[in-house]
């Protein structure tokens, strides 16, 4: 049990669905993160969300959604989704900042395996 | 601009043997903090070490050591006599230090195989 949850943990969805994922943290931090890790790619900071607000959005598409209604939970909302988009998305809390954000050390989740057809 | 590269894409060692990991960064700040993180196969990435640009002292954690070395730039993580529990991928990660910022540039990653 790391600590932060997503559900699901496989997802396969077509181009025209609508789905989302979900994160849950249980460790009491104030900033929750979506990454998205491609094959041979590093993984890629998409959305930071620290005490419910959006502090980093890296130019990802419209088609991810995120959104954060409390500090333990984070959805990531998806819709009308590429091939290319199929990945390992990853949900991560931290406590901070305490000093500067940069510092902040990360929790995991296991992650949620996406496949676009 | 910050960057992280791990030019190691895949390491197989046999159970027993030492190994290191290389992890060299490009940064422009003189402020910044370096980490290493695990994945294991369940997915899910692990912390192992943070470090700051001032403290270039060595640190070791049992079997895991760490080399920091500004002037090269690199952040090295060793791994003695290693087990087949340390198979997994290692991501070493560069945050800079700005007010707002919370962007975490990570590594290609190194798969590290340990056959028994």
């Known amino acids: 049990e790391t600590g932060v949850t997503q559900t699901p943990r496989h997802l396969v969805m077509g181009m025209t669905n609508k789905k989302s994922l979900k994160c849950e943290q249980h460790?009491?931090?104030?900033?929750m993160y979506w990454y998205k890790q491609s094959a041979k790619k590093p993984l890629e900071l998409m959305f930071v969300?620290?005490?419910?607000?959006?502090?980093e959005n890296n130019s990802v598409p419209s088609r991810f959604s995120p959104e954060c209604p409390n500090s333990s939970h984070l959805f990531l909302h998806l819709h009308t989704l590429q091939p290319e988009d199929s990945a390992l998305y990853l949900c991560?809390?931290?406590?901070?900042?305490?000093?500067?954000?940069?510092?902040?050390?990360?929790?995991f989740g296991a992650g949620s395996r996406l496949t676009v057809l | 601009a910050q960057k992280v590269t791990q030019a190691q894409t895949e390491i197989s060692v046999v159970e027993k043997e030492d190994v290191t990991l290389d992890c060299v960064y490009e940064?422009?700040?003189?402020?910044?903090?370096l980490f290493w993180y695990k994945q294991p196969p369940s997915g899910e990435l692990v912390f192992l070490i943070r470090?700051?640009?001032?403290?270039?002292q060595n640190e070791i954690s049992g079997r895991y050591s760490w080399n920091f070395q500004k002037s090269t730039s690199s952040f090295n993580f060793t791994i003695t006599a290693s087990q087949v529990v340390d198979s997994a991928v290692y991501f070493c990660?560069?945050?800079?230090?700005?007010?707002?910022?919370?962007?975490?540039?990570f590594g290609s990653g190194t798969r590290l195989l340990v056959r028994p």
């Open positions: 460790l009491g931090h104030n900033a």
């Open positions: 990660a560069l945050s800079e230090v700005r007010d707002s910022s919370y962007k975490l540039i």
């Open positions: 470090r700051n640009s001032f403290d270039e």
């Open positions: 969300y620290s005490l419910e607000e959006r502090v």
């Open positions: 991560a809390s931290s406590q901070g900042p305490k000093g500067p954000p940069g510092a902040n050390v990360l929790t």
């Open positions: 940064t422009r700040d003189t402020t910044y903090y």
